[in-house]
């Protein structure tokens, strides 16, 4: 069975400009989630997908958006980037309210 | 937000050693869950905790739910060189994995 997939691997853009990372969960899980791991802070939540609705997100500005499709994969959008939005982002799947999350690979932002 | 205090930041060990790790919180936790970081993957899980007083242990690794609901550890017994990584626990009060709330993580390194 695959895993959580996340692409691409690594994205380097330059500030202000647009980032778009993809996700593709567990088959048979319905919710996404997207974390962002900056250098020595953790684990941040972003957001929570499931059933094509978004249905919580975490303590970040409206330039981070995404989306969940009708396969349940993602799209996490970070707009006007920042040199301090670098960082690893990670997409996890579960079934619904289940609090055991299963991690992808990351994708691991540079903005220059 | 809510915070956990996860210790020590970095260990550096000998390789047979034994390790302990631990986190703390201000606020109670219905589920104590203990994730591992290999370097260029994601978290994933060792060891999940959801009873006060709980000892749950997974090969060489046993955890705890704290009495208070406010803490955990990790413990992990006679080192090897694969157990380099880093190690996260999550708190959550109840609801979804959208109420997880990470450590900052515990690097373990082991030396020659």
């Known amino acids: 069975e695959a895993g959580v997939t996340q692409s691409p691997t690594h994205l380097i853009k330059t500030r202000g400009q647009q980032a778009t990372l993809r996700c593709s969960p567990i088959?048979?899980?319905?919710?996404v989630y997207w974390y962002q791991q900056a250098l020595g802070l953790g684990l941040q939540f972003l957001l929570w997908?499931?059933?094509?609705?978004?249905?919580n997100r975490g303590n970040f500005p409206p330039r981070f958006s995404g989306r969940q499709f009708p396969n349940y994969s993602s799209e996490l959008n970070v707009n006007a980037l920042e040199l301090e939005d670098s960082a690893l982002y990670l997409c996890?799947?579960?079934?619904?309210?289940?609090?055991?999350?299963?991690f992808g690979a990351g994708s691991r932002l540079t903005v220059l | 937000g809510q915070q956990l205090n996860q210790s020590p930041q970095s260990m550096f060990i000998q390789e047979g050693e034994d390790v302990s790790m631990n986190c703390t919180s201000s606020?109670?936790?219905?589920?104590w869950l203990w994730y591992k970081q290999d370097p260029g993957e994601g978290p994933v899980l060792l060891i999940a905790?959801?009873?006060?007083?709980e000892l749950t242990s997974n090969g060489r690794l046993t955890a705890q739910f704290g009495i208070t609901r406010k803490d955990s550890f990790l413990n992990i017994s006679a080192s090897i060189p694969s157990d380099v990584g880093i190690y996260f626990c999550?708190?959550?009060?109840?609801?979804?994995?959208?109420?997880?709330?990470f450590g900052k993580g515990t690097h373990l390194i082991i030396q020659p």
């Open positions: 996890a799947s579960s079934f619904i309210r289940a609090n055991v999350l299963t």
């Open positions: 088959s048979g899980h319905t919710s």
């Open positions: 997908y499931d059933e094509g609705e978004e249905r």
């Open positions: 606020s109670i936790f219905n589920t």
């Open positions: 905790l959801y009873k006060a007083g």
């Open positions: 999550a708190g959550q009060k109840g609801g979804g994995a959208d109420g997880l709330t």
